[in-house]
C-alpha cells in the first residue's frame, strides 16, 4: 500500500486519481494545491464538506518531507490517519493521549523521512520545535484556523505559539484552512499567523441543499418530534442543546416516541460517547442528540436535518453547526427553536462568564448578529451568507423567503411594554421578568399582579391587541434591537438608553409578526 502514494508523487492530480481514486479537482482546489505545492503561502475558507483536506495532502505528497498538520481536532487524529494509511499514505500524529513508545516510534519514522503527513495538536508545538528542525518539512497545514483569532467565537490561547512557525521556518510554506470567518476573523488570521504574503481562497459558503428555518420555542421537543416523523422519519440528524442535562432529558424524550436517539456530550463516559458516535456513523436513520461537543470533523455524508434546541452563541457556531447536513448536496433541514429564555440565558452567561470586558463584548456582539439573523424579517441564506461577507439575493429555500412574514409598526406596543417597564421600576424597587410585564400588558389578575397591585397600574390590560406569543416576540425583538436589556440573573427587563427615541416618539420600531405557527411549505421526503 505504501507504493500507492509514492508512485503518484508525481503531479497533483496523478495524486488525486491514484490515491484517491477521484476524476476531477472541485472549486479552488487545484489552485490551491498548486501555490501550496509551489512554496507558496495560502489561506483558504470553504465551507464544511468543500474538500480542504486535500488541499494539503497532496501538497504534502507532492512535495519532498512530511507534511505537519496542526488541528485542534485530537480525538479525530486516530481515524484521520487510519483513513489515510488505508490509501496508502503515510501518515502519523502526535498527542497528549500517546505513549511515550508510540511518541518515540512517530518521531524516528518522521527523521527518517519515511512520514509523508504528521498531524500534531497545537500544544505539542513547542516541545516538538526540536524536532521539526531536524525533520524535512514539505509544508505546516494549520486546521480550523479561526481559533487562533481572539475575536472570534472559538479562540484556543495554543493556537497563538504558531505565529512561531513563521519566525521558525521562514522558508516552509503554510496553509491556514477554516470553514468559518468573518472578515474581522480573517483579518486576525492573518495578522496572528503572519500570513501578509498569503494568497487567499475563498470559495462560497452557501450551501443551497440546506433549508433554513428558526421559529419562536412553544414546545420544543414536540415541535422537533413533529418534524421528524413529518419530514424526516428515519432519517439521520443532529439535535443541540445547551446543556448536558437537556442532551440527556430530550434523547430519552425522543427514544420514548420511538425514534432512535443517542446522547452525546462531554460528561459522558468515554466509551458510551465513542459508542454512540460509531453507531451514529455507522447505522442508519440515528439522531445523535448533542451538545456542540459532538461534530467536529464528523465527516457523515447523509445527515438529513441539524436542529438546534436552544440558541447557537453566534452566528459563526450555527453556520458550523447546521452546515454538517447534507454534506452529499441532498436536500436538507436546518431547523433552530428560539425563545425569550434562550436571550435572557445567554446573557446571563456571558455576564457571569470567564473573560475580559473585551471578550464579554465580542461575546455579546457574536450573540447579538445570532438574534439579528433570528429577526430577521429578510431571506436567512441572505443573511447569514452576507455576515460573512458574501453577497447574495433571496434563496428560495428557507422559511422567510417560502412564507414571508409580515413586518408592523410596531412603536405603540414598544411603547406600551417601555412605559409599563418604567412604572414598575418608578412605583417599587422590585423588578420583574416577562411573564409578570405580559400578565399585566393583558389586563391578568393573577395572584402576583394582584399582590403587587400592578393590576392598578395604569398600563394594565392596555396590550390586549396582541397576545400572549406575540408579546413575547416583542419583548424578543426589543431585546435583539438593543432596546430592552436583561439585568441581572433572573431575567429582569430594563430600558437601555436607546429606549428614550422610542418612549418619545422620535423613532419607529419595526417587528416581525409571527405566523401562528411557522411551518415551511416543503414536501416531506419519502
Ligand atoms: P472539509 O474538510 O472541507 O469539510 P473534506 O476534506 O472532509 O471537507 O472533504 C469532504 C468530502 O469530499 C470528503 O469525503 C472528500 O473525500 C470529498 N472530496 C474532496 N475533494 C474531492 C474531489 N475533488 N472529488 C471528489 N470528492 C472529493
Ligand atoms: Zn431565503
Redesign the pocket.
Known amino acids: 500500500a505504501v507504493q500507492a502514494a509514492r508512485a503518484s508523487a508525481g503531479s497533483p492530480l496523478d495524486a488525486?486519481t491514484s490515491v484517491?481514486g477521484?476524476?476531477?479537482?472541485?472549486g479552488e482546489?487545484a489552485e490551491i494545491i498548486e501555490t501550496v505545492a509551489r512554496g507558496d503561502d495560502a489561506l483558504v475558507l470553504?465551507?464544511?464538506?468543500?474538500?480542504?483536506?486535500?488541499c494539503y495532502q497532496i501538497p504534502a505528497l507532492v512535495r519532498e518531507g512530511t507534511g505537519i498538520v496542526v488541528s485542534p481536532l485530537i480525538a479525530l487524529m486516530h481515524d484521520q490517519v487510519d483513513a489515510l494509511e488505508q490509501l496508502g499514505v503515510r501518515a502519523a500524529f502526535l498527542n497528549s493521549t500517546q505513549q511515550l513508545d508510540e511518541r518515540r516510534d512517530v518521531e524516528r519514522r518522521l527523521l527518517a523521512g519515511e512520514l509523508d503527513l504528521l498531524y500534531l495538536a497545537p500544544e505539542r508545538l513547542p516541545a516538538a520545535a526540536d524536532l521539526l528542525d531536524r525533520a524535512r518539512i514539505a509544508l505546516f497545514a494549520i486546521d480550523e484556523a479561526h481559533c487562533v483569532a481572539q475575536w472570534g467565537h472559538d479562540f484556543r490561547p495554543d493556537y497563538l505559539r504558531l505565529s512561531m512557525l513563521h519566525e521558525r521556518w521562514p522558508d516552509v510554506p503554510r496553509v491556514a484552512?477554516t470553514?468559518t470567518a468573518t472578515a474581522e476573523t480573517r483579518e486576525e488570521i492573518v495578522r496572528n499567523l503572519g500570513l501578509g504574503d498569503a494568497r487567499v481562497f475563498v470559495s462560497s459558503f452557501d450551501r443551497p441543499n440546506i433549508q433554513y428555518r428558526i421559529a419562536p420555542k412553544q414546545d420544543a421537543k414536540n415541535q422537533l418530534l413533529q418534524i421528524i416523523e413529518a419530514e424526516h422519519p428515519g432519517e439521520a440528524g443532529i439535535v443541540y442543546c445547551l446543556s448536558r442535562a437537556s442532551v440527556e432529558k430530550t434523547a430519552d424524550w425522543l427514544a420514548g416516541k420511538g425514534i432512535t436517539a443517542l446522547p452525546y456530550h462531554a460528561g459522558l463516559p468515554a466509551q458510551t460517547r465513542s459508542r454512540n458516535q460509531a453507531r451514529f456513523l455507522r447505522e442508519d436513520g440515528i439522531v445523535m442528540v448533542a451538545t456542540i461537543a459532538f461534530g467536529m470533523g464528523i465527516?457523515k455524508?447523509d445527515v438529513r436535518f441539524v436542529a438546534h434546541l436552544d440558541l447557537p452563541k453566534s452566528v459563526e457556531g450555527y453556520y458550523q453547526e447546521t452546515g454538517r447536513a447534507g454534506?452529499d448536496g441532498l436536500p436538507s433541514t436546518a431547523w433552530l427553536a428560539y425563545g425569550l429564555q434562550d436571550v435572557v440565558q445567554q446573557r446571563r452567561m456571558i455576564a457571569d462568564g470567564e473573560g475580559d470586558a473585551q471578550r464579554k463584548r465580542a461575546q455579546s456582539l457574536h450573540l447579538d448578529a445570532m438574534l439579528a439573523l433570528c429577526e430577521t424579517v429578510q431571506c436567512r441564506r441572505q443573511q447569514l451568507l452576507g455576515y460573512f461577507g458574501e453577497p447574495s439575493g433571496p434563496c428560495g429555500n428557507c422559511d422567510t423567503c417560502l412564507n414571508p412574514p409580515e413586518a408592523f409598526d410596531g412603536t405603540v406596543p414598544a411603547q406600551k411594554l417601555m412605559s409599563t417597564i418604567l412604572r414598575l421600576k418608578r412605583e417599587r424597587g422590585q423588578q420583574f421578568g416577562a411573564g409578570h410585564l405580559v400578565d399585566i400588558l393583558l389586563g391578568r389578575e393573577t395572584e402576583r399582579t394582584l399582590r403587587s397591585r400592578h393590576s392598578e397600574l395604569s398600563t394594565f390590560g392596555i396590550g390586549t391587541e396582541l397576545g400572549d406569543q406575540e408579546w413575547r416576540g416583542v419583548i424578543r425583538q426589543l431585546l435583539a434591537q438593543g432596546l430592552l436589556e436583561v439585568q441581572g440573573g433572573y431575567g429582569v427587563l430594563a430600558l437601555t438608553d436607546a429606549a428614550g427615541a422610542v418612549l418619545r416618539g422620535e423613532q419607529e420600531v419595526r417587528l416581525r409578526r409571527e405566523p401562528e405557527r411557522v411551518r415551511a411549505a416543503r414536501k416531506p421526503r419519502g
Open positions: 488525486l484517491w477521484y476524476d476531477a479537482f472541485r482546489q470553504m465551507p464544511t464538506g468543500g474538500g480542504k483536506s486535500l484552512l470553514a465527516d455524508p454534506r
